[in-house]
């Protein structure tokens, strides 16, 4: 089942979470809803103790039955680790679609990087997940999504584009890439083992400069097109699959969002900020680890190149906060201000080591998008915060409201956003894709795991920098 198909299946919900005097009377005694130890997937004893650690020193007892159901949701749940050919191998899923995304696989086992010095196995683990994304990289790096069977054919064989077995979606989008460079280079500063980064993930980076190249579409269209037969008009591409026109200035097109909703202008400006630091984290590794100085020089170049073209075509002047970055451009004038609840978005920014926290134009756009002047700025009677298209108008993103909190330029800011958090998982104890914003029981995806690590992440980084914050 693919996302959009999951969307109406569980958008709205209710029905089976309507809150009765019962569940409200479990929610107050904090059932338990986490997976029953004997049918975990993956025991971490490092995420365990800061479990422990947090519900143990902290005074709001709701938020750190959460933080124990959240965290560890992802080893909980969606991991399958094994050995292929002497070398730790690991296929996440999100959670209820039986697929490895690169970007989804990735967020979802980076917030555990910290932990691994006291956790061997969790390091071998994440050290699988590196290794599965080489090899998905290496199989088609246009695609979003992957089988664990390289054999496997998708629903999705139909589309018209360049399917092969083993891929279950092929939406290019820009931040997959990116995601999959973040996580490894994370782990290398994290554990300073080098084993992960082969010939096959040294080929796999020269494949991603490579795909980079062609999607700036300097010369021509470049090799990637896709359509699809289908009601929703985000799940295609215009063009005859390769999108609407943009000008070749030097950006990188990305015919879709994280959202895996196709773009309407080509230049996605959060994902191009995320390539100028994924290349330029790229550079550093195969320079260091592999020797490659050709390979690192060549990155480096593309990240400048993009970055030189992102001041001079990004930036926009708007009517009421002044200068900001859009969310997509074309170069030829044209922009689309807002923001998305997925990430990487304009609101993510900082966290992803694009601009620092206290870029003024940074600061500007995050008035505007934490605003009713963002057309998906959703404000009702259960909660305000970031939205987006790909669920639909009113549906507050969870994501969203992490990635507030991770990047609050206030301690007032941050409170918020985990008091609304808390208040909107609708008794179940965990993160959703998206809830009413009139109505939290409302909600779609009752399992999507990258939510609910991500969370856990918000928690355990108040945790340490401002404790008083949990009590």
């Given at each position: 089942?693919?996302?959009?198909?999951?969307?109406?299946?569980?958008?709205?919900?209710?029905?089976?979470?309507?809150?009765?005097?019962?569940?409200?009377?479990?929610?107050?005694?904090?059932?338990?809803?986490?997976?029953?130890?004997?049918?975990?997937?993956?025991?971490?004893?490092?995420?365990?103790?800061?479990?422990?650690?947090?519900?143990?020193?902290?005074?709001?007892?709701?938020?750190?039955?959460?933080?124990?159901?959240?965290?560890?949701?992802?080893?909980?749940?969606?991991?399958?680790?094994?050995?292929?050919?002497?070398?730790?191998?690991?296929?996440?899923?999100?959670?209820?679609?039986?697929?490895?995304?690169?970007?989804?696989?990735?967020?979802?086992?980076?917030?555990?990087?910290?932990?691994?010095?006291?956790?061997?196995?969790?390091?071998?683990?994440?050290?699988?997940?590196?290794?599965?994304?080489?090899?998905?990289?290496?199989?088609?790096?246009?695609?979003?999504?992957?089988?664990?069977?390289?054999?496997?054919?998708?629903?999705?064989?139909?589309?018209?584009?360049?399917?092969?077995?083993?891929?279950?979606?092929?939406?290019?989008?820009?931040?997959?890439?990116?995601?999959?460079?973040?996580?490894?280079?994370?782990?290398?500063?994290?554990?300073g083992d080098t084993t992960p980064f082969d010939a096959a993930w040294h080929n796999a980076i020269e494949i991603i400069l490579k795909t980079f190249r062609e999607q700036q579409r300097i010369e021509n269209k470049g090799p990637y097109h896709f359509m699809r037969?289908?009601?929703?008009?985000?799940?295609?591409?215009?063009?005859?699959?390769?999108?609407?026109?943009?000008?070749?200035?030097?950006?990188?097109?990305?015919?879709?969002?994280?959202?895996?909703?196709?773009?309407?202008?080509?230049?996605?400006?959060?994902?191009?900020?995320?390539?100028?630091?994924?290349?330029?984290?790229?550079?550093?590794?195969?320079?260091?680890?592999?020797?490659?100085?050709?390979?690192?020089?060549?990155?480096?170049?593309?990240?400048?190149?993009?970055?030189?073209?992102?001041?001079?075509?990004?930036?926009?002047?708007?009517?009421?906060?002044?200068?900001?970055?859009?969310?997509?451009?074309?170069?030829?004038?044209?922009?689309?201000?807002?923001d998305d609840g997925n990430i990487p978005n304009l609101l993510s920014l900082p966290y992803l080591g694009a601009v620092k926290p206290d870029d003024k134009i940074y600061l500007n756009t995050r008035k505007l998008l934490l605003s009713p002047q963002n057309p998906?700025?959703?404000?009702?009677?259960?909660?305000?915060?970031?939205?987006?298209?790909?669920?639909?108008?009113?549906?507050?993103?969870?994501?969203?409201?992490?990635?507030?909190?991770?990047?609050?330029?206030?301690?007032?800011?941050?409170?918020?956003?985990?008091?609304?958090?808390?208040?909107?998982?609708?008794?179940?104890?965990?993160?959703?894709?998206?809830?009413?914003?009139?109505?939290?029981?409302?909600?779609?995806?009752?399992?999507?795991?990258?939510?609910?690590?991500?969370?856990?992440?918000?928690?355990?980084?108040?945790?340490?920098?401002?404790?008083?914050?949990?009590d």
């Open positions: 089942m693919n996302r959009r198909q999951f969307i109406q299946h569980t958008t709205l919900i209710a029905s089976t979470v309507a809150l009765s005097p019962s569940l409200l009377a479990a929610e107050r005694t904090f059932p338990l809803v986490r997976v029953a130890e004997a049918k975990r997937k993956f025991k971490s004893a490092a995420v365990e103790r800061a479990i422990a650690k947090v519900q143990s020193k902290i005074g709001n007892q709701e938020l750190g039955w959460m933080f124990g159901n959240c965290f560890p949701n992802t080893l909980d749940t969606t991991v399958e680790f094994s050995i292929i050919a002497g070398r730790p191998d690991t296929y996440v899923i999100t959670g209820d679609i039986d697929a490895m995304w690169q970007r989804d696989s990735s967020a979802q086992v980076y917030p555990y990087l910290s932990l691994m010095r006291d956790d061997a196995p969790l390091q071998q683990l994440i050290a699988g997940v590196i290794n599965r994304q080489t090899r998905n990289v290496l199989l088609d790096p246009y695609a979003n999504a992957f089988y664990k069977d390289a054999t496997k054919e998708s629903e999705w064989k139909s589309d018209f584009t360049d399917m092969k077995p083993g891929v279950h979606e092929r939406k290019w989008e820009i931040d997959s890439l990116c995601y999959t460079i973040r996580l490894a280079h994370g782990y290398w500063k994290y554990s037969r289908t009601e929703w008009a985000t799940d295609s591409l215009p063009g005859r699959g390769y999108g609407n026109p943009a000008k070749p200035v030097g950006l990188i097109r990305s015919m879709f969002r994280p959202s895996d909703d196709a773009t309407i202008f080509p230049y996605l400006v959060p994902s191009n900020f995320f390539a100028v630091v994924s290349l330029r984290q790229a550079a550093e590794m195969v320079a260091t680890i592999r020797g490659d100085h050709n390979l690192a020089n060549q990155c480096r170049a593309l990240a400048n190149e993009v970055e030189k073209a992102l001041h001079e075509h990004a930036i926009v002047q708007h009517p009421h906060a002044g200068k900001v970055f859009a969310f997509e451009v074309d170069a030829f004038g044209n922009y689309y201000c807002t998906y700025w959703c404000e009702g009677k259960a909660a305000s915060g970031l939205g987006g298209p790909h669920v639909g108008v009113d549906m507050i993103w969870p994501l969203g409201v992490v990635i507030e909190g991770l990047t609050a330029t206030s301690s007032f800011e941050l409170k918020r956003c985990l008091t609304t958090l808390q208040s909107t998982h609708a008794g179940t104890g965990f993160m959703h894709e998206a809830f009413h914003k009139d109505d939290a029981k409302k909600f779609t995806r009752s399992w999507f795991a990258w939510a609910n690590t991500i969370f856990g992440e918000l928690v355990w980084k108040t945790f340490n920098e401002h404790p008083q914050l949990l």
